[in-house]
T-cell receptor, first 113, second 112 residues
């Protein structure tokens, strides 16, 4: 079945550091890929998405490129801020799971001033 | 602004009580989901629904049931709450097959 493997956390960075959170997936066909963010005490919200190979999703300075050849969707940001401290989830929606999403375990990011 | 709302942010119940968690979305989405979120276990799907009066078991349905009498509302029911059901419960909805999910703020349930 479908699966998502995320880089284990927690990740602690200083403000203005470069961020990478790795995400690889297993799925048949051509899934859509997502990054969600969960701020403390809140539900998940969509950060960015990509629906086909080589698409780049971007939002709020975050980027991720859908790489079918490496089955990856790594999240990057050039300069993190304290306000980026949150839990980040990689997810996919494939064509074999009847529309259900498959989520990674989440990566906790803490940014220190 | 699109919204998924959940009836309570925090709930404290006693073992054996029947618990209702309500979720309402205003986006006319046909698909709705209930997850629980626990430290170290990520998000786990309890039940989902593709249409009114329709439900499907997720990965961990034991001890739970659901009801969807109207398109906008999806209820999660704990028939007899137990301490191992203490968790954060998240409701989500989406339209179509490949679109993203919209999540509610979550209900943190404590069963004593």
């Amino acid at each position: 079945g479908d699966s998502v493997t995320q880089m284990e956390g927690p990740v602690t960075l200083s403000e203005e550091a470069f961020l990478t959170i790795n995400c690889t997936y297993t799925a048949t066909g051509y899934p859509s890929l997502f990054w969600y963010v969960q701020y403390p005490g809140e539900g998940l919200q969509l950060l960015l998405k990509a629906t086909k190979a080589d698409d780049k999703g971007s939002n709020k300075g975050f980027e991720a490129t859908y790489r079918k050849e490496t089955t990856s969707f790594h999240l990057e940001k050039g300069s993190v801020q304290v306000s980026d401290s949150a839990v980040y989830f990689c997810a996919l929606k494939g064509n074999t799971n009847a529309g259900k999403s498959t989520f990674g375990d989440g990566t906790t990011l803490t940014v220190k001033p | 602004d699109v919204k998924v709302t959940q009836s309570s942010r925090y709930l404290v119940k006693r073992t054996g009580e029947k618990v209702f968690l309500e979720c309402v979305q205003d986006m006319d989405h046909e698909n709705m989901f209930w997850y629980r979120q626990d430290p170290g276990l990520g998000l786990r799907l309890i039940y989902f629904s593709y249409d009114v009066k329709m439900k499907e078991k997720g990965d961990i349905p034991e001890g739970y049931s659901v009801s969807r009498e109207k398109k906008e509302r999806f209820s999660l029911i704990l028939e007899s709450a137990s301490t191992n059901q203490t968790s954060m419960y998240l409701c989500a909805s989406h339209r179509g097959y490949y679109n993203e999910q919209f999540f509610g703020p979550g209900t943190r349930l404590t069963v004593l």
